[in-house]
């Protein structure tokens, strides 16, 4: 758990489904995956590994489908993202919980 300007944000390599304080607005970032998991737009979770920041950044349009385009892509496509970004797509999510303990 780390707190970036102000924000708490769970940190692991994996996908979670829920974390720690998530129903309090705790964002979740993660990897692994290589951006073959669809993004979850009731989940305050986003893979930010640097495959899938290059399909979000360089191809928009395929992001949340679970396919990796390799066309199209550049070197610099491939970067750590930004908090700032993060924080843009973050806006665009409606957060649900799905445990027990409500919003």
Do not use: C, Q
């Not at 892509?73 to 409500?102: C, N, Q, S, W």
């Amino acid at each position: 758990m780390v707190e970036v300007n102000g924000r708490l944000i769970w940190l692991s390599h994996y996908a979670h489904r829920t974390w720690n304080r998530a129903h309090y607005g705790t964002w979740h970032l993660y990897g692994h995956s290589h951006h073959s998991l669809p993004d979850d737009p009731h989940s305050l979770s986003l893979d930010v590994g640097v495959d899938a920041t290059a399909v979000r950044l360089g191809r928009p349009d395929v992001y949340g489908t679970g396919v990796v385009p390799d066309d199209g892509l550049k070197a610099e496509d491939y970067r750590p993202v930004h908090f700032d970004e993060i924080a843009e797509l973050m806006k665009a999510k409606t957060f649900r919980p799905v445990d027990h303990h409500g919003s």
